[in-house]
Structures are given as structure tokens and as C-alpha cells.
């Protein structure tokens, strides 16, 4: 079993940065895949950034702007968000893909907005 408990959303205005955090517990290897979606009201739940083995994804929409990184000693993926646009509001959530199951967390929200 895998819990994942976020931190680090927030109001921000237009161009300011925040950073999310995710601590897993249980057994996470490198090779899982660490990431972050984003549900926005309205919208489906998309990929933002992605971790396996050291190898980045991004979604070109965040391409430039996000970092995402990994601490495999402590199980944590963080999520470095800079030149943030109203269009990055959404709820924000960690997944771990562990023996072909998703797992997530509760999410966070992140505001962008003047």
C-alpha cells in the first residue's frame, strides 16, 4: 500500500512561483514513476510532469517553466512552478505507479490569479 500526502498549493499572482511537495510511504523503487496531474473545474485530469529512473516528462504546456525532481532516499517528488498563468489554477495531484496501479493523493489547490 501506498500513501501519498501532499503540501505547498497556494494563491499566487500572475509570474510568481510555488513549489509542491509529495512524501510517499511504503516501498517506492526509482523505476516507479513519480509524477503530478491537474484537474482544473470542468476539465479532465491531465499529465503536468513525470519522473521514472531519473528521465523527466513534461506537458508542453508547463515546458520551460516546471521542474519536477525526486528524492529517492525519502520518497518524496517535488514539483518547482515558475512563471506561474491563471491557466496553471487547478487542484494538483501526486501519483506513484507501483506494479500497474495508480495511486494518489488527496491534491492541493494552486490559484494563480491578480
Known amino acids: 500500500q501506498v500513501q501519498l500526502v501532499e503540501s505547498g498549493g497556494g494563491l499566487v499572482q500572475p509570474g510568481g512561483s510555488l513549489r509542491l511537495s509529495c512524501a510517499a510511504s511504503g516501498t517506492i523503487f526509482s523505476f516507479y514513476t513519480m509524477g503530478w496531474y491537474r484537474q482544473a473545474p470542468g476539465k479532465q485530469r491531465e499529465l503536468v510532469a513525470d519522473?521514472?529512473?531519473?528521465?523527466?516528462n513534461y506537458a508542453d504546456s508547463v515546458q520551460g517553466r516546471f521542474t519536477i525532481s525526486r528524492d529517492n532516499a525519502k520518497n518524496t517528488v517535488s514539483l518547482q512552478m515558475n512563471s506561474l498563468k491563471p491557466e496553471d489554477t487547478a487542484v494538483y495531484y501526486c501519483?506513484?505507479?507501483?506494479?500497474?496501479?495508480?495511486?494518489w493523493g488527496q491534491g492541493t489547490q494552486v490559484t494563480v490569479s491578480s
Open positions: 519522473i521514472t529512473s531519473g528521465r523527466t
Open positions: 501519483n506513484v505507479k507501483r506494479r500497474g496501479q495508480d495511486y
